[in-house]
């Protein structure tokens, strides 16, 4: 079977890959007690051996070369005190044999278990790092999926089985040879007996295996994702009253999932149940067998004895051994959606791509002007440029403020200067300095910014403006101030019961659209920003609400540079500068505003 050998090589190799980091010394641990259980399970099996020889024919032991060797590590003692001993240590070994099975298993699953933790952190985090361009590509439910499902799959459904298959396999293999020790004939037998079972019906199988496997991570996927985007967009498709489609969709999927599922058992246990009466068979066969050749019964017995021991130890082995490779072959694909993400971020160091760092960074003091030389972007997956070489110079202190149509490259140009996107060319300048990946951090604990969509977690609106600080670190009358400019703190201390410790719900759909817009404000001026960014940040506000929010920006001048992007000439009120991003010319200045046709 070489190809079957090379996917599991192939298979090794990537387990060994994504546990290496974890730590060798707790995977080679874990495999060397999975090999000590193994030999103690034999210990368990042999231990019998002597007690049956010495209750069928005591005198034949004590001559026999074997017993004789034996019984010169005991003190002399009388046949009924000799069956008593060989009994006791008959218990002892399968305690410890049982006992230490146990102990294997417990840290097997105990590393399973902390590496799917370790994983799952490190996962979320290189998934964190990447830059903002990884997930606009990318399903966000397919990544929860890989996070939250697959690194779980992979450890109890690939590792542990992988693990416990290497252990089983070890421990049949043991088991064979102590039976070859009493009955070469019968474990030489039994072993390509067995064999043979198993790999025909491996290999038999395994079309069958593969398209289970195959529908059922289509299915499961599908059904994540309906429900997903049922449960997220609930609102728009309540109104479309679309609930129906997306339930029938999702039930299509979880049905498939369900007749996956029934097929599983039959396909990984179907041997359990061939297997035994053959096995049984075998063994009437060898006692017929050693009847005709005349071997008396006292002979027999023993031999039947480990016989049967380790049949009863060896079946469930090989029944194991099989079911557990049945499983990691088919479910392999977790460990490869695990595995190319690590790969990726090999690759990635490797051609020097830097992973964006996390955490807190100190906001940059500028005193000059930001500058964008020749600017171009184009979007991945398409070649319309967003943006199309776009020079300009934003003066410190200074408020411009971007108009255009829909489309037109509003939001991308705000998304180049935050440094979330890179330019497909030309710089970004700060103070001259091109904008590195390296400086994007700095660069970005400089700005304030309300996007066009604000995004609120479900949490107290403390929490909301005070976004990722600790609630100990929260500076309350920080809090007063920015919902002061931003119009919204008479609505918190008056309107809401329980003030700034109000939950907002899911998205923030427990607040209006102008009262969020308001909100992001006042998180984006919390940090104290040099840079004010705002994306349609006042579409939502009434005219006066909207004037009275400006005119509350306005007091900083002198300490803020404002770039605004907007529809409305109402929202940009405050520009020193408008640039129609539609023309890609500069309006010299507030004055010509009314050049520009309101949309
Ligand atoms: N992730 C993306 N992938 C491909 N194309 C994109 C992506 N995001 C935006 N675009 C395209 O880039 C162009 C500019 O979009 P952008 O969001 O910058 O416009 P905008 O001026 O902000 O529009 P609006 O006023 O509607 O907010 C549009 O044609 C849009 O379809
Ligand atoms: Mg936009």
Redesign the pocket.
């Known amino acids: 079977m070489p190809r079957f050998l090379h996917n599991v090589s192939d298979l090794i190799r990537r387990v060994l890959f994504l546990a290496r980091p974890y730590g060798r010394k707790k995977l080679a641990l874990v495999f060397f007690l999975s090999l000590a259980q193994g030999i103690f399970q034999v210990i368990g099996v042999t231990s019998i051996f002597p007690f049956l020889a010495i209750a069928a024919d005591p005198e034949r032991i004590r001559h026999s070369q074997f017993g004789l060797r034996f019984l010169a590590l005991l003190p002399p003692m009388g046949n009924r005190a000799l069956l008593i001993t060989a009994g006791v240590i008959a218990i002892v070994g399968l305690l410890l044999s049982n006992g230490f099975n146990l102990l294997a298993e417990y840290a097997r699953a105990r590393y399973a278990n902390n590496f799917a933790h370790w994983l799952r952190v490190r996962l979320l985090r290189r998934m964190a790092s990447q830059p903002y ?1 990884y997930f ?2 990318r399903n966000s439910g397919d990544l929860l999926r890989k996070v939250m499902n697959d690194v779980g799959t992979y450890t109890s459904g690939v590792l542990l089985p992988l693990l416990d298959s290497i252990a089983r396999a070890v421990i049949a293999a043991l088991l064979l040879a102590t039976l070859f020790f009493v009955q070469p004939v019968i474990a030489v037998s039994a072993a390509l007996g067995f064999g043979s079972f198993y790999v025909i019906v491996f290999r038999l199988l395994a079309r069958k295996r593969r398209e289970v496997n195959e529908r059922s991570q289509r299915a499961f996927g599908g059904s994540y994702r309906d429900a997903q985007q049922m449960l997220g967009g609930i609102k728009p498709i309540k109104v479309h009253r679309a609930e129906e489609h997306f339930l029938g969709r999702f039930a299509g999927h979880s049905a498939v999932v369900a007749q996956m599922s029934n097929q599983m058992p039959i396909i990984a246990n179907s041997t359990r149940y061939l297997i035994e009466p053959l096995a049984f068979g075998g063994l009437v066969l060898a006692v017929v067998v050693l009847a005709v050749q005349g071997r008396d019964f006292s002979d027999i017995l023993p031999n039947l004895g480990v016989m049967a021991v380790a049949g009863y130890r060896l079946l469930p082995n090989l029944q194991l051994l099989y079911s557990q490779v049945t499983q990691f072959t088919s479910i392999r694909y977790s460990l490869d959606e695990v595995f190319e993400e690590f790969a990726a971020a090999e690759h990635d160091k490797e051609s020097g791509n830097v992973e964006i760092s996390l955490g807190k960074s100190c906001p940059i003091e500028w005193r000059d002007a930001i500058t964008l030389d020749e600017v171009s972007f184009i ?4 070649d ?1 440029p ?2 199309d070489r776009f020079s300009l110079t934003i003066q410190k202190n200074m408020s411009i403020g ?1 108009i ?12 180049l200067l935050l440094g979330l996107h890179r330019p497909t060319s030309g710089r970004v300048l700060i103070e001259g300095k091109p904008l590195t990946p390296e400086l994007v951090p700095s660069w970005q604990a400089t700005i304030g910014y309300v996007p ?1 969509e604000i995004f609120l977690i479900d949490d107290t609106i403390a929490r909301n403006i005070a976004l990722g600080v600790p609630d100990d670190e929260i500076d309350n009358a920080r809090l007063q101030e920015v919902c002061a400019m931003a119009q919204i703190l008479d609505f918190i201390e008056i309107e809401l019961r329980d003030g700034f410790q109000t939950t907002v719900g899911e998205r923030g759909v427990r607040l209006s659209g102008g009262e969020r817009q308001r909100l992001g404000l006042a998180r984006a001026l919390y940090h104290r920003p040099s840079l004010l960014i705002l ?2 940040a006042t579409s939502a506000l009434d005219v006066a609400t909207e004037a009275k929010l400006l005119e509350a920006l306005r007091s900083l001048a002198g300490k803020l540079t404002m770039v605004v ?1 907007a ?1 409305r000439l109402s929202a940009l009120a405050n520009c020193d500068q408008l640039i129609d ?1 539609s023309k890609m010319r500069v309006a010299a200045n507030v004055s010509r505003r009314h050049d520009f046709v309101e949309r």
Do not use: C, V
């Not at 979007?379 to 398409?382: E, V």
């Not at 255009?404 to 998304?415: F, H, M, N, R």
């Open positions: 361009g606009l590509q979007y991945p997956g398409t319309r967003a943006l971007f255009g149509p829909t489309g037109s490259g509003k939001s991308t140009l705000i998304d066009q994306d349609e992007a529809h991003l």
